[in-house]
């Protein structure tokens, strides 16, 4: 008997208009779980930017709301940094009655899980998004040892990145004394090399969309863990 698509759970994301790897949440998702994509406005990927994403969150997140959602996510890891979760999370909850999160929560929840304290991290953000970012990290208790990545100044530019860069650019942080290493970025293709620079950096690897992912399963109260992706996905950082 077919169940639909979303038969186990259907989630909307919120994701920026110029983004390229909405695709990515779904790519990693189990089978049953949906991700139903909304867009918001953006098209350059400065801090102003960031800040910019959510001026009209609640028309955005009703239209996510309308397709029978039972989660809602804001899937940009830079905007949910420098906004703030609770800011977003009450606006988009108070305009729809749906339960919402953030990327910015999933990478926190992630890195937590994973017992990372000292952390590397790659992006493809400017340096004022880098620099805000690393604050903000730091405010939550973590101590950014390393900082690299590809700067882009458009969600066009990050999508276009090939995975096996990401993985060039991963090998460049190897030799740093961090606990695991950040990707941080929402915009960009990750996940076919995601378990390569995992096993080539020898730590806990969390990437945003890979986050968001085990985070909304978690909050689904989906227990599903799978190889693939990492060992997040795999459930390796969670108690037994």
Known sequence: MYLGYGWRAKIAQLYPSGGQCDFEVQRMAPEGVQFVTTRLTFTRSGLEDDHKLVDDIEVHAQLGADAGVQLILLNCTAASAVVGPSVINGRVEKATGVTSTTTFEAVLAAMRAAGMK?????????????????????REGFEVVACGGIPCTNPLDQGAIPPERWYEEALTLLDVEADGLLISCAGIQISPVLERIEAAFGRPVIASNQAVVWHCLRMLGIGDRYPGYGKLLEGAFEPA
């Not at 000292?118 to 730091?138: G, Q």
């Open 118 to 138: 000292r952390i590397a991290m790659m992006t493809a953000y400017v340096d004022e998004v880098n620099r805000a970012e690393i604050e903000i990290l730091e």
